[in-house]
């Protein structure tokens, strides 16, 4: 499996320095970083923190990976330049009409502490001061990052004027939208183009599945849903603008990747999830075993009539990991299945094949689900798995 490295997201930042005997302390919010100096002259750094704590550590360029308690080594000897600790596998922090940050398999906080939670991040943005930080807004727009328009007021952060529902620290290059500048570009260099969706393969999910070809991390929308994400693949606007906002909106106005060329095919499962305005080519379950096999052997039927623009939604991998989750071996085999249908597309498809994923889903008691801002909801993947020039 070919998986890009994922990067993690949540971060908290020095807040002050004290000397205890003798030895400095950096504090991190509720941890500290303690210097000792054995009786040898090693140094070596103990992390002061909660019990089961799985951090990452900054310093400088170099990033180190700990579970408690102790880290030694030259490249530890400047203090000063240790930037920011992190816990893994989270993303900041709303989660709406919850009062309580993302989910974190480490701890969660209550209403009372939104507010130093909120100026953590704050701190953490004006430190990283990164474009690749991304911005979701009340109003669903996405932003790149800018130290300039972020701002803390009355315990809330601002993009600007509107209120922020949530940051990805050193977000992945790739969002949703950048589906419609892909096909795009195909289409200038005048290379037939087949866009393969499968829906609900997320990419830290994705850790369980036998993935044959490149993929990188894609942000989702937010919520991370399913037709809200199509339409900003399709349109390559953000939900505010493209007013695809919520499971309900199905009326999809903006200019589409269909617009690119005059014999673009659209095939889909038994629903539309959002109108175009090219004839969308639906296919019934016939068989009782979701609708995944019809969809395939329409692509093979609409490769053979010729198209230079293609989209193609594969639906099981989610349906599937709905009922029982998104690392379960059903959700696996699944996989298994659309992954032969693909394989067998790209051989008899001559063109560029885009694969991507709208959402992840996470674990839940009863199976999975997705569309809050949560880190396995908000990766998604993508990738070009055939050149096709």
Not at 105 to 128: A, C, M, N, P, V
Request: net charge negative.
């Amino acid at each position: 499996m070919k998986i890009a490295r994922c990067c993690l997201v949540f971060i908290l930042v020095l807040s002050g320095c004290s000397l205890k005997n003798g030895n400095e302390i950096k504090i991190y919010e509720n941890y500290a970083l303690v210097e000792q100096i054995n009786s040898d002259g090693v140094k070596s750094y103990i992390l002061d923190l909660p019990q089961n704590q799985s951090l990452v550590i900054y310093i400088g360029d170099e990033v180190l990976i700990t579970t408690p308690q102790i880290l030694s080594g030259n490249n530890l000897d400047d203090l000063g330049s240790i930037v920011a600790i992190e816990i893994k596998n989270e993303v900041f922090p709303i989660i709406e009409g919850v009062n309580q940050l993302a989910l974190s398999d480490f701890s969660q906080f209550t209403k009372e502490d939104l507010w130093g939670k909120w100026h953590t991040i704050y701190r953490s943005i004006q430190l990283t001061g990164k474009e690749k930080d991304m911005i979701y807004t009340h109003d669903q727009d996405i932003i790149a990052g800018n130290n300039e328009n972020i701002t803390l007021k009355h315990g809330q952060l601002y993009a600007d004027t509107t209120p922020v529902i949530g940051v990805v620290i050193d977000a992945p290059t790739f969002t949703m939208m950048d589906v419609y500048s892909m096909v795009e570009s195909s289409v200038k260099e005048n290379i037939p183009v087949m866009v393969i969706e499968v829906d609900g393969l997320g990419y830290l999910s994705s850790d369980k599945m036998d993935i044959p070809w490149d993929v990188h991390p894609a942000l989702s929308t937010y919520p991370s849903i399913s037709n809200v994400s199509l339409a900003s693949m399709l349109t390559g606007l953000s939900p505010k603008y493209s007013k695809i906002r919520l499971r309900k909106d199905r009326l999809l106005e903006a200019e589409t990747i269909f617009e690119l060329v005059s014999d673009a095919i659209y095939i889909e499962g038994d629903t539309a999830l959002v109108s175009t305005k090219i004839d969308i080519i639906l296919n019934i379950d016939r068989n009782g075993n979701g609708t995944d096999d019809e969809v395939f052997e329409a692509t093979l039927k609409a490769i053979e009539k010729g198209s230079s623009l293609m989209f193609v939604h594969f639906h099981g991998v989610d349906d599937v990991s709905h009922n029982y989750g998104p690392r379960h071996q059903k959700s696996i085999e699944k996989w298994e299945e659309i992954k032969g249908y693909i394989q067998e597309i790209l051989n008899v498809y001559q063109g560029r094949v885009i694969l991507v994923s709208d959402h992840g889903l996470y674990e839940t008691s009863d199976g999975g689900t997705h569309g809050l801002f949560h880190v396995e909801s908000m990766y998604a993947l993508i990738g070009i798995i055939q050149d096709g020039k």
